[in-house]
């Protein structure tokens, strides 16, 4: 789906056996006609504990079968300049994926998850970045990088976009 510039892509296989793992991949691409400037899934984004916030799930007729566990610890480490990936329009990227130094992390819903029984299961993921910027920033060591990062965060779109795809488990 795609909001303000921004197309956010889920996908994976047509079908899997049962107690095969689903490789999902996550793709953001600039739709816009301008350069925009977006943040993959760092420390605390999949549990809500910060923006950008990703939130996967897993469902199996309509009933939620994997999402993010309850944050145990809020404490997340800083978020820094390298983070930031500026793409041109029509530029992506995956936003599970380190790249240009950025600690980029794997969705664990997505990752760990193993359907148990046949049917037909449904991956969904919500991107926002609507946020008062603060609730981006680390809580320790965010010191030093935290007027440059602010000024990036400035410069991400403010939006809820969201994707989804289907498989069949047999």
């Not at 794997?106 to 946020?131: D, I, M, V």
């Amino acid at each position: 789906m795609s909001e303000r510039g921004i197309a956010l892509v889920l996908g994976g296989p047509d079908e899997v056996g049962v107690g095969q793992p689903v490789e999902v991949r996550v793709t953001i691409r600039n739709a816009s006609d301008h350069g925009i400037w977006m943040v993959g899934v760092v420390d605390g984004s999949e549990g809500g504990v910060r923006f950008p916030r990703y939130t996967p799930s897993v469902k199996l007729d309509g009933r939620v079968v994997a999402a993010p566990p309850p944050p145990e610890d809020p404490l997340v480490g800083p978020l820094r300049v390298v983070d930031f990936h500026r793409l041109d329009p029509g530029e992506s990227f995956d936003p599970t994926r380190p790249s240009h130094g950025a600690s980029y992390l794997p969705l664990s819903t997505f990752a760990n998850f193993t359907p148990s029984k046949q049917g037909n299961y449904r991956f969904e993921l919500a991107l926002s970045t609507e946020s008062d910027p603060e609730r981006w920033l680390g809580r320790f060591n965010q010191e030093d990088d935290r007027a440059s990062v602010l000024e990036l965060i400035e410069k991400v779109p403010s939006l809820t976009v969201a994707a989804a795809f289907e498989i069949e488990v047999r």
